[in-house]
């Protein structure tokens, strides 16, 4: 069975800070993969998604990049973290390949941000 | 522009009392639509999409493309239903990005 695995579940970084989250995909091959923000008092924000190696789509200009080294893995980051790049993050993925309708998608647990 | 719009941030309601949660999107092609569902403690999760038609927990969710909307009701709610829902729009079928709504949260009172 398929698996998303997303770390670290909490952190605490100081402004300026450098990023790093990860996420990884077990029991599938060629996932599409997503990372969304949930920001206090708003929805869930769709910032980058990823339909194979090094192909990254960005939604959102930001403070934040992201990369896909290899089929499973998805890395959210960035170089100096502001005040705002606190939030709630997850990590997704989606059979690859699908045309077809009823698209489900999968979520990790979540990673926490706060900036201080 | 795709939007989906969820009007209430909290709904409680008591235990056994009908539920619906709004849910009104904004979309120039033909949608498909999601309920996520996350409960205390738990990852986000697919509660029931408009093309499968189905009932989850008891819960039932009709796309009203005249309204456009997609309201997610329950004529008897439970305590164990309190968790925060998601409305979501998918955008477009190969790459499966989804599109939120801001979250309704569920307290089914005792």
């Known amino acids: 069975s398929q698996t998303i695995h997303q770390w670290p579940a909490t952190l605490v970084q100081p402004v300026g800070s450098p990023l790093s989250l990860e996420c990884t995909v077990e029991g599938t091959s060629n996932p599409n993969l997503y990372w969304y923000r949930q920001a206090a008092g708003r929805g869930l924000q769709l910032l980058f998604y990823s339909v194979g190696i090094g192909q990254i789509s960005s939604e959102v200009p930001q403070n934040l990049s992201a990369s896909r080294p290899q089929d499973r893995q998805f890395i959210l980051s960035s170089k100096k973290l502001l005040l705002s790049d606190s939030g709630f993050y997850l990590c997704?993925?989606?059979?690859?390949?699908?045309?077809?309708?009823?698209?489900?998608?999968?979520f990790g647990e979540g990673s926490w941000l706060t900036v201080v | 522009a795709q939007r989906v719009t969820q009007p209430e941030k909290l709904l409680s309601v008591f235990k056994g009392a009908p539920v619906e949660l709004k849910c009104n999107y904004s979309?120039?092609?033909?949608?498909?639509l999601f309920w996520y569902v996350q409960y205390s403690r738990q990852r986000l999760q697919l509660l029931l999409r408009h093309i499968s038609r189905e009932s989850i927990k008891g819960f039932t969710a009709d796309l009203n493309k005249g309204e456009t909307s997609f309201h997610l009701k329950k004529p008897f709610a439970q305590e164990e239903d309190s968790a925060m829902y998601y409305c979501a729009l998918s955008a477009s079928s190969n790459t499966g990005k989804l599109i939120f709504g801001q979250g309704t949260t569920l307290q089914v009172k005792p």
């Open positions: 997704a993925w989606k059979a690859g390949g699908e045309l077809t309708t009823g698209n489900t998608i999968y």
């Open positions: 979309y120039s092609g033909s949608p498909e």
